[in-house]
């Protein structure tokens, strides 16, 4: 059965990889993304909508009939997550796919985690802490990613980690990042409720080792 899935922030790096994923398979997309520019090569049969998850009056009616959500977004996470999480709730949407960042749970231990946090910074940490927050407390069907820092290298080699595992490796390849959110669409009995850690492995090292 083709599952329906909305993808919000489709223009990311990230999501233009799980996009052309997805679009192979012929899952009916619906891409939501604040700039259309960003947005070049969306799969035939896509349906793009312009706006902001931010605004009901977007995210509503982008949200009806969907199956599964992936939100793969920047900035004031936290908010977001609050809307999405409203949005959902409101239109019986249960499925989520919501990608984060490393190191939001202190879980990054040793050189590396301490200059994470001091790259990154703590207020940041804190914000995406929150959205991950808001996404446990929601009752929803949810999987958490959290990235290794990201390169742009045309591979898929990945392995995850648990929240309550500490976290391994320095980096992950957009690539994998995109394959991994696309198998849990298309298995959307996996990993439900579960907030995943994604590095590469053999990457451990007190900074990002880019191999």
């Not at 409203?86 to 939001?104: E, K, N, P, Y």
Request: charged letters at 25%; hydrophobic letters at 40%; glycine letters at 10%.
């Amino acid at each position: 059965m083709t599952a329906k899935v909305l993808v919000l922030g489709a223009g990311g790096q990230i999501a233009r990889w799980a996009v052309g994923m997805l679009g192979e398979q012929e899952e009916e997309l619906t891409l939501l993304v604040r700039d259309r520019t960003r947005l070049p090569d969306e799969p035939p049969g896509s349906h793009v909508v312009v706006g902001d998850v931010r605004d009901p009056d977007v995210l509503g009616p982008a949200l009806q009939g969907q199956d599964i959500v992936y939100a793969n977004l920047a900035g004031d996470l936290d908010e977001q997550a609050r809307h999405i999480v409203a949005a959902m709730s409101t239109a019986g949407v249960r499925r989520l796919v919501f990608v984060t960042a490393l190191g939001i749970y202190d879980e990054v231990p040793g050189p590396f985690g301490r200059w994470n946090t001091r790259t990154i910074g703590a207020g940041t940490l804190r914000t995406y802490r929150s959205a991950a927050d808001a996404i446990t407390a929601s009752g929803l069907d949810y999987t958490i990613l959290r990235p290794a820092w990201l390169s742009d290298k045309d591979e898929i080699d990945y392995e995850v980690t648990q929240r309550d595992e500490p976290f391994r490796g320095t980096t992950v390849s957009r690539k994998s990042v995109a394959a991994l959110a696309t198998e849990i669409i298309r298995n959307p009995a996996d990993w439900v409720r579960c907030d995943l850690g994604v590095n590469k492995p053999g990457t451990d090292g007190d900074r990002p080792v880019f191999d």
